[in-house]
Every structure is written in structure tokens, then in C-alpha cells.
């Protein structure tokens, strides 16, 4: 909600002085800073455990293994999703309009995009009752329709609203599966690891993320000098369609513990 008002005022702080967001921004990160010294982990699992995640056996380690996959390719799709199709809206805007005026739509579009967020970030839990453990190829298809419609948006040539409106929808619907997915595959974890290596397989996600990002961050910069920024969202659809495999695959193997442990009770 904060960052929604923040992105909201930043385009008319923008216009006001173009130094104005930045300085702003630099007080909020010493604030930030000064608060994280304050941080404590006082739980008793406040260290990664000896125990590694790829030593574990049997279909508990599979499904970790699909999860942090699923997760990698997930984010590395949201990541180049969410940037470019900004960007390209962004450069939407300012070939049709003057500075001041790209200002506030943007502002007004990146706010809105996080009130889809907090949308979705509401309704998650009443959607995760309904379709359980689905609830991550929903999610997945979602991402897929998202992207599809920024690139749908960027081929159209036609009204320059009507263009925004769809590439918008797409970039709203981006933000609005991100928190969703993250949450499912943290409750997943939670439900199926031991206490103790719940931190290991974290940072595993979050290592895996990271990996991902960084290594298409590389491929995007090489290919944005050759090719259009569209091309980048093509690529990041891909990406979402092999994710949507992974969280079939994920979806399965739950199904099938599901049941064994239906079974033995």
C-alpha cells in the first residue's frame, strides 16, 4: 500500500523537480539502513544447518528439487517480464506524449499495478482454499496470459490507449501473481520440510533465483544491442511456458504424496 502512494506521487514529484523521487529515495534507504541494524534472528534455526538439501533422499528431495526449479524459472520470467514490459510502456508513452505528461501516466500505471498486487495478495488465501495445490499452474498460466498480452499490446498499431490499456493489463497481471506464487512455494516448503531444513532449502530458492536473473540479465544486455525489446518478452514467455511443465510436474508429485499419505493413515 505505502509503495503504491509512493509510485502514485513520484510522477508529480518528477515534475515538480526531477532531483525531488531521488533524494527522497536516498533518506528512505539511510532510514532503512539505521532499522536493519536493529535486526535480530532469534529463533533456534538462526543457522544454515549441516544437513544439505541435495543430500536427502527419496520423493521429499524430488519435490524440493521441482519446487526450487519451478521457483528459478518463475522468477527469472516475472523479472524480465515486469522490467521490460515497464520499460517498453515507459518508451510507449514518451514517443506519444511530452516529458511532463509520460511522467504522471507512468506514475499513475505503476500505481496501479501495486494495487493489483495488494488485490491479489487478498484474495490468494480464499483462492488457495478453492484450488490447493493447483494453485500454482493457475498461477503459471497467468504469468503466460500476462506476458502474451504486453507482446499482443506492443504488435497492435492502433489507438495509442487502446495499446496501453492491453500492455498495462499484462504488467498488472505480472505484479499480481509474483507475491502469490512465492507464498504458495514458501507454504509448500513449510508443509513438507523438517523444521531444520527449512532455511537450507530458502536460501536454495533464493540462490536459484538469483542465478537465474543474473544469468538472462547477461543474455538480455548482450541481445537488446541486436534485436527490439519485444523480443525479450517473447523470450521471457518461454520461459513461463517451461515453467508451467515444472509446476505441473510440482502439482503431481504433491498429488501422488498426497495420496500415499492418505493411504497409510
Known sequence: MITALIAFGAGFLF?????????????????????????????????????????S???????????????AFFYTAVNLGQNNSKL???????????????????????????????VSNVLFDRLYRKWKDKINIVLTVGLVGALLLVVIGDCIQTDIRFRMGIMASGFFMILAVRDPFKIYIQDLIL???EPGEQQ???????????IGTTM???????????VSMIWVIVGATVISLMTLK????????????????????
Not at 537450507?200 to 538469483?210: N, P, R, S, T, V
Not at 538472462?216 to 541486436?226: E, N, Y
Not at 509446476?247 to 497409510?264: D, F, T
Request: positive net charge.
Open 200 to 210: 537450507a532449502i530458502f536460501a536454495h530458492l533464493e540462490f536459484g533465483k538469483k
Open 216 to 226: 538472462m540479465g547477461f543474455v538480455v544486455s548482450a541481445v537488446l544491442l541486436k
Open 191 to 193: 508443509r513438507v520440510a
Open 57 to 71: 533422499t527419496g520423493k521429499m528431495s524430488r519435490l524440493v528439487y521441482i519446487a526450487i526449479l519451478s521457483y
Open 88 to 118: 517498453l510502456i515507459q518508451y510507449e508513452l514518451g514517443d506519444a506524449f511530452d516529458t511532463a505528461k509520460t511522467a504522471s501516466l507512468f506514475s499513475l500505471i505503476i500505481s496501479l499495478s501495486r494495487i493489483a498486487r495488494i
Open 246 to 265: 515444472t509446476a505441473i510436474c510440482l502439482w503431481e508429485v504433491v498429488k501422488r504424496l498426497g495420496a500415499k499419505k492418505s493411504v497409510a493413515c
Open 15 to 55: 515534475n515538480i523537480n526531477h532531483y525531488l523521487p531521488m533524494i527522497l529515495n536516498i533518506g528512505l534507504c539511510v532510514l532503512c539502513f539505521l532499522l536493519s541494524l536493529t535486526m535480530r534472528d532469534i529463533s533456534k534455526y538462526d543457522k544454515i544447518p549441516e544437513v544439505e538439501v541435495k543430500q
